[in-house]
């Protein structure tokens, strides 16, 4: 096989594997009108980790929200949407693995293009979502996570440090509950050793 031949086979799987893990525009979206990853867990060492993430919005119910009050222990921030199938499927697993970590880690969500807050609001019934969740109905939010969200990925999981700083992700379904709870407490005890 020629090494011009041999390049363009090793370029095209590589365009083959960005479209397979989860291209971020607005072009991959198609007909779904969202992104979804693997599931698969990134985490960032603390040396590795960019500024913290500066988020200022509304709740559901019209309340301000600021990320940066959560700063002290980790925070999870779930990205999902009353819509999104996936969403539902792991909202019993969310909410279990956020009782686990009570106490340990700090939750809110961000709830992306919703039809209406009627909706949304009846999605953390069903579920029993305590914490609260940004209004993000043009998704424009999940922009403060630069380099790790886009405005159409969902579902996804993101554990911020105790700064605030992005720590870990999850693009795409929730693995397993125990799969989160392991994550946030590794990142809790970072602060614990250090």
Same mark, same amino acid.
């Given at each position: 096989?020629?090494?011009?031949?041999?390049? @363009?086979?090793?370029?095209?799987?590589?365009?083959?594997?960005? $479209? *397979?893990?989860?291209?971020?525009?607005?072009?991959?979206?198609?007909?779904?009108? =969202?992104?979804?990853?693997? *599931?698969?867990? $990134?985490?960032?060492?603390?040396?590795?980790?960019?500024?913290?993430?500066?988020?200022?919005?509304?709740?559901?119910?019209?309340?301000?929200?600021?990320?940066?009050? =959560?700063? @002290?222990?980790?925070?999870?921030?779930?990205?999902? @949407?009353?819509?999104?199938?996936?969403?539902?499927?792991?909202?019993?697993?969310?909410?279990?693995?956020? $009782?686990?970590?009570? @106490?340990?880690?700090?939750?809110v969500g961000i709830d992306v293009r919703d039809a209406s807050l009627d909706n949304a609001r009846a999605y953390e019934r069903t579920f029993g979502v305590e914490w609260p969740s940004f209004n993000a109905a043009d998704g424009t939010p999940l922009l403060a996570f630069e380099g790790t969200l886009t405005p159409y990925t969902v579902p996804a999981f993101v554990v911020l440090d105790d700064e605030g700083r992005v720590a870990a992700s999850i693009i795409g379904a929730l693995p397993s509950k125990l799969t989160l709870v392991e994550l946030v407490e590794e990142i809790a005890a970072e602060t614990d050793d250090g």
């Open positions: 096989m020629t090494r011009r031949r041999v390049g @363009g086979l090793l370029a095209g799987l590589g365009a083959l594997l960005l $479209m *397979g893990t989860g291209c971020t525009s607005v072009e991959a979206a198609g007909d779904k009108g =969202y992104v979804t990853g693997s *599931g698969a867990v $990134m985490q960032l060492p603390p040396a590795d980790r960019d500024a913290p993430v500066a988020l200022v919005g509304e709740d559901l119910d019209g309340n301000a929200l600021d990320l940066a009050t =959560y700063r @002290g222990k980790p925070t999870v921030v779930v990205v999902w @949407g009353s819509w999104c199938t996936p969403c539902r499927v792991e909202a019993p697993e969310v909410k279990a693995a956020s $009782m686990e970590l009570d @106490g340990t880690a700090e939750f």
